[in-house]
């Protein structure tokens, strides 16, 4: 072999392990994750109490169980006249305390919550109250969960109401007429909820509050119709169930459950609230079924059916897979960015509402870098569905310049400045750190100290966190 030929050789040779070394430091490298079992104290979602607007301090106590309330507004007082300026003031005062305490509002008026009430005697007054209460509930948008109709009969449920006898055409236009008034007057970010599917059929068929109403189930898995709930000629329960899951799975569903019995066991309940897609549930009617559930384990789940039912209310989100190359050199990261490709999975009953939008978070331990992520597909998934989104993340060089460590995570907040865990989303993952709001997944490290090149691991993998 000449001396040309032998040079190139071992150049050849001096030269493999580095591309080996580079290959193997570009290499990506693929995260698998499973949904943990933690209970999480996500907004916007879980058990309910409910609590009379005339006792804000109960707000308090509430929120120490909950994130979500059934806020009852008792106007039985004035069926006959405009509500006073002091009455309003006392619902501002209830909101102000849920907001301040952090929990979500699901509203209800009702001419007297009990058997016998007393209602206005024109329904024309009660469209005037409704003119008043929506102007008080329009300067809390992001803090009212649903609005349940309300107003008719006993409770606010549209039951033992004047104005729901006699005749069957009668009694839709008095339904549909309240429900214009609502559509009227609430900010269009509020969504509304009814008694019965077949009285959202109804609004659909007149146009009222298109996309913004849905239902809340006071007799859920109680009986045959649920007490009324599915009664409609020529639909069974079965039939009324698959109506509401093609239809309503970007409304806000809820509801309470009356009576122990066959329909609540934890299997049937759990198909149901898929079904319904179920936000909201009341913690303390019936107290003797969840305790009843809490004695029992959820079949193929490993833990109890009331932790397994409860924490599945409303969303529940986790990374599922997570693709990302294990290096970069500095200038990849100020220049392209490390490209991220996750899978983001809802196993809740019900979607995550629009009010939370997507970030991708950039953190040193000192300044925290937000960017949003388009994820339209995130408002309509739910049961174990998922959506995979590919991102790019610009590291600036003002950070890359320290030797700390830099942290990727993930945000789903209303928007990117908030850092209060309590109004952002945390994932069910148990991989993750949850700080400051951000779900953070990642770990880029300086590799050595000459040569500008930044190793990426998991928050968790051998490697802490950067925390502000």
Same mark, same amino acid.
């Given at each position: 072999m000449n001396r040309k030929i032998w040079g190139t050789a071992l150049l050849l040779g001096s030269l493999l392990p580095l591309f080996f070394a580079l290959a193997a430091f570009r290499r990506e490298v693929r995260w698998h994750f499973a949904e943990s079992d933690r209970w999480l104290d996500n907004p916007d979602r879980g058990f309910y109490i409910q609590v009379k607007s005339s006792r804000p301090g109960r707000i308090a106590d509430a929120a120490k169980e909950v994130r979500v309330i059934l806020l009852s507004f008792?106007?039985?007082?004035?069926?006959?006249?405009?509500? !006073?300026?002091?009455?309003?003031?006392?619902l501002k005062?209830?909101?102000d305390t849920a907001a301040k305490e952090r929990t979500a509002v699901v509203f209800r008026a009702a001419y007297g919550f009990h058997k016998e009430v007393t209602e206005p005697?024109?329904?024309?007054? @009660?469209?005037?109250? @409704?003119?008043?209460?929506?102007?008080?509930?329009?300067?809390? !948008?992001?803090?009212?969960?649903?609005?349940?109709?309300?107003?008719?009969?006993?409770?606010?449920?549209?039951?033992?109401?004047?104005?729901?006898?006699g005749e069957k055409e009668e009694q839709r236009q008095n339904r549909l007429y309240l429900l214009k008034q609502w559509d009227a007057c609430l900010d269009t970010r509020i969504r509304v909820a009814v008694r019965r599917p077949g009285f959202v059929r109804e609004a659909m068929e007149e146009g009222i509050l298109t996309d913004r109403l849905g239902i809340h189930n006071d007799a859920l898995l109680s009986n045959s119709s649920d007490m009324g709930t599915y009664n409609d000629p020529g639909m069974e329960r079965a039939e009324e169930l698959q109506w509401v899951q093609a239809h309503l799975s970007g409304q806000v569903n809820g509801g309470e459950m009356p009576t122990p019995g066959r329909l609540n066991e934890p299997e049937n309940a759990d198909h149901e609230f898929r079904q319904l897609y179920l936000s909201y549930l009341n913690l303390?009617?019936?107290?003797e079924i969840i305790a009843r559930w809490a004695g029992m384990k959820m079949a193929g789940k490993g833990m109890d059916a009331a932790h397994y039912l409860g924490s599945h209310l409303g969303y529940r989100l986790f990374i599922s897979q997570l693709d990302v190359r294990n290096g970069y050199f500095a200038g990849e990261l100020s220049a392209e960015g490390i490209r991220l490709r996750l899978s983001l999975c809802n196993m809740g009953y019900a979607p995550v509402t629009d009010k939370y939008k997507v970030f991708v978070t950039v953190d040193n331990g000192e300044e925290q870098l937000c960017s949003a992520v388009e994820m339209p597909e995130l408002y309509a998934i739910a049961g174990g569905q998922s959506v995979t989104k590919e991102v790019q993340?610009?590291? !600036?060089?003002?950070?890359?310049?320290?030797?700390?460590g830099i942290t990727v995570g993930l945000k789903i907040a209303p928007d990117g400045t908030v850092t209060d865990g309590r109004d952002c989303v945390e994932l069910a993952n148990e991989d993750f750190v949850y700080d400051g709001g951000a779900n953070r997944l990642l770990t880029l490290y300086r590799a050595g100290k000459t040569a500008p090149v930044y190793r990426v691991a998991l928050c968790t993998e051998n490697r802490p966190c950067i925390t502000g």
């Amino acid at each position: 072999m000449n001396r040309k030929i032998w040079g190139t050789a071992l150049l050849l040779g001096s030269l493999l392990p580095l591309f080996f070394a580079l290959a193997a430091f570009r290499r990506e490298v693929r995260w698998h994750f499973a949904e943990s079992d933690r209970w999480l104290d996500n907004p916007d979602r879980g058990f309910y109490i409910q609590v009379k607007s005339s006792r804000p301090g109960r707000i308090a106590d509430a929120a120490k169980e909950v994130r979500v309330i059934l806020l009852s507004f008792d106007i039985e007082e004035y069926a006959q006249t405009a509500l !006073p300026k002091e009455k309003l003031e006392e619902l501002k005062v209830a909101l102000d305390t849920a907001a301040k305490e952090r929990t979500a509002v699901v509203f209800r008026a009702a001419y007297g919550f009990h058997k016998e009430v007393t209602e206005p005697d024109r329904i024309e007054k @009660i469209a005037g109250h @409704i003119a008043q209460i929506a102007d008080v509930l329009n300067d809390y !948008p992001q803090q009212i969960l649903v609005v349940q109709a309300g107003m008719f009969g006993a409770y606010g449920e549209w039951h033992d109401s004047r104005y729901l006898e006699g005749e069957k055409e009668e009694q839709r236009q008095n339904r549909l007429y309240l429900l214009k008034q609502w559509d009227a007057c609430l900010d269009t970010r509020i969504r509304v909820a009814v008694r019965r599917p077949g009285f959202v059929r109804e609004a659909m068929e007149e146009g009222i509050l298109t996309d913004r109403l849905g239902i809340h189930n006071d007799a859920l898995l109680s009986n045959s119709s649920d007490m009324g709930t599915y009664n409609d000629p020529g639909m069974e329960r079965a039939e009324e169930l698959q109506w509401v899951q093609a239809h309503l799975s970007g409304q806000v569903n809820g509801g309470e459950m009356p009576t122990p019995g066959r329909l609540n066991e934890p299997e049937n309940a759990d198909h149901e609230f898929r079904q319904l897609y179920l936000s909201y549930l009341n913690l303390k009617y019936n107290e003797e079924i969840i305790a009843r559930w809490a004695g029992m384990k959820m079949a193929g789940k490993g833990m109890d059916a009331a932790h397994y039912l409860g924490s599945h209310l409303g969303y529940r989100l986790f990374i599922s897979q997570l693709d990302v190359r294990n290096g970069y050199f500095a200038g990849e990261l100020s220049a392209e960015g490390i490209r991220l490709r996750l899978s983001l999975c809802n196993m809740g009953y019900a979607p995550v509402t629009d009010k939370y939008k997507v970030f991708v978070t950039v953190d040193n331990g000192e300044e925290q870098l937000c960017s949003a992520v388009e994820m339209p597909e995130l408002y309509a998934i739910a049961g174990g569905q998922s959506v995979t989104k590919e991102v790019q993340v610009r590291i !600036p060089d003002a950070m890359l310049q320290g030797e700390a460590g830099i942290t990727v995570g993930l945000k789903i907040a209303p928007d990117g400045t908030v850092t209060d865990g309590r109004d952002c989303v945390e994932l069910a993952n148990e991989d993750f750190v949850y700080d400051g709001g951000a779900n953070r997944l990642l770990t880029l490290y300086r590799a050595g100290k000459t040569a500008p090149v930044y190793r990426v691991a998991l928050c968790t993998e051998n490697r802490p966190c950067i925390t502000g």
